[in-house]
């Protein structure tokens, strides 16, 4: 479970929702190319044209829309989509921003739906938080609101980062699959994006990426990468379910 300090935290960070605010050039690019690999992988790997979606830890709704958006008029889906966040702050700003999609105040590790709901959930960037020895609570219940043939998206930083005091732990890849295949689900596949930079570069960096033209430089970072330098891990699971 999140712990009490952990929530302050994130109650902090959502004063105000900082995921729609205007980015610098250079993490404008970042958060495309990214996209770019979870929509692949959508594409990849999901079975059907009619969808229930449910990010988990969804925040202020920006990932959740931006899947919502791809699947229905990317894919031309049927798509109805849920979020879920501890965070009281970041749902009124979902809600206010996204209201067509039905956001919810729900911890991870209980997740307020039916067994075999969804065709595809998503976790992204929310795995580190969850306190030691409560990842696999937060993982079953993903797997089991999410349908047998459905898809399971799910993001955490790699630990090529350094692990900061919000977070409770980054992952190997091996630690990851480990972990994953534990809790009952088969790995797809597993992607990288953006390259682990020291601390000094990657201060250095931030102020480049405001500078026009002049980020691009340091788009190499922040774009699909080896595992093995990788700062982010993008992983497609499916559920294994007799």
């Known amino acids: 479970m999140t712990t009490?300090?952990?929530?302050?935290?994130?109650?902090n960070m959502y004063r105000f929702p900082y995921h729609w605010f205007p980015e610098m050039p250079l993490f404008q690019f970042a958060r495309t190319e990214k996209q770019r690999i979870i929509f692949d992988i959508i594409q990849k790997f999901l079975v059907s044209k009619s969808y229930q979606y449910l990010d988990v830890g969804c925040g202020d709704g920006r990932w959740t829309t931006d899947i919502h958006d791809f699947l229905a008029n990317k894919l031309h889906a049927n798509v109805i989509s849920s979020g879920i966040d501890f965070s009281d702050q970041a749902i009124g700003f979902a809600k206010l921003i996204s209201p067509?999609?039905?956001?919810k105040v729900y911890r991870g590790e209980n997740i307020p739906f039916p067994d075999n709901h969804f065709s595809l959930t998503s976790t992204i960037e929310v795995l580190e938080h969850i306190e030691d020895g409560s990842e696999e609570l937060f993982l079953a219940e993903i797997w089991r609101v999410?349908?047998?043939?459905g898809l399971v998206i799910l993001t955490t930083p790699s630990w090529?980062?350094?692990?900061p005091p919000h977070h409770f732990r980054h992952y190997s890849v091996d630690r990851l699959t480990t972990l994953v295949e534990a809790c009952g689900f088969k790995l797809l596949e597993i992607r990288g994006?953006?390259?682990a930079c020291p601390t000094r570069l990657a201060?250095?960096?931030k102020k480049m990426g405001k500078i026009p033209r002049l980020w691009r430089v340091w788009k190499y970072t922040v774009s699909?990468?080896?595992l093995d330098r990788a700062q982010d891990l993008i992983?497609?699971?499916?559920p294994v379910k007799k």
């Not at 090529?160 to 692990?163: C, D, E, G, H, S």
């Not at 992983?235 to 499916?238: E, F, I, N, P, T």
């Open 100 to 103: 067509w999609i039905e956001f």
């Open 193 to 195: 994006y953006g390259t």
């Open 235 to 238: 992983v497609a699971l499916r």
């Open 146 to 149: 999410t349908k047998p043939d």
């Open 160 to 163: 090529n980062l350094p692990v």
């Open 224 to 226: 699909e990468a080896n």
């Open 4 to 11: 009490y300090k952990e929530q302050r935290s994130q109650e």
């Open 203 to 205: 201060k250095i960096r």
